[in-house]
């Protein structure tokens, strides 16, 4: 199995950025599709991004379509979110997992390893 650590979460004002940064140890990171979810407070899990093994894949939710980039350094071990033009909706802990499928989901059913998650809150 594969062990995530997400970090980079914060306290912005709407309109700036973070990148999140995705840690992985354990097998092979870059045989795994990735993707990024978010949770706010009394809501569902939500897809958020998608990147293939070979990054040559990407895929978003529209809600940060233009805004966020996912990205991943196999050499690093390490997977990333970069995130601009924050809105307060963006509010929520994000977390990073991992899919053996091999194709693009955006289903948490399909990612089987998962991080803790980092909070991201954006001020008004």
């Known amino acids: 199995q594969v062990q995530l650590v997400e970090s980079g979460g914060g306290l912005v004002q709407a309109g700036g950025s973070l990148r999140l940064s995705c840690a992985a140890s354990g097998r092979t990171f870059s045989a795994y599709n990735m993707g990024w979810f978010r949770q706010a407070p009394g809501k569902e899990r939500e897809f958020v991004a998608f990147?293939?093994?070979?990054?040559?894949?990407?895929y978003y939710a529209d809600s940060v379509k233009g805004r966020f980039t996912i990205s991943r350094d196999n050499a690093k071990n390490t997977l990333y979110l970069q995130m601009n033009s924050l809105k307060p909706e963006d509010t929520a802990v994000y977390s990073c997992?991992?899919?053996?499928?091999?194709?693009?989901?955006?289903?948490?059913?399909?990612?089987?390893?998962w991080g803790q998650g980092t909070q991201v809150t954006v001020s008004s």
């Open positions: 997992a991992s899919s053996s499928i091999g194709r693009v989901t955006t289903s948490p059913e399909d990612y089987p390893y």
């Open positions: 990147i293939s093994r070979s990054t040559i894949t990407t």
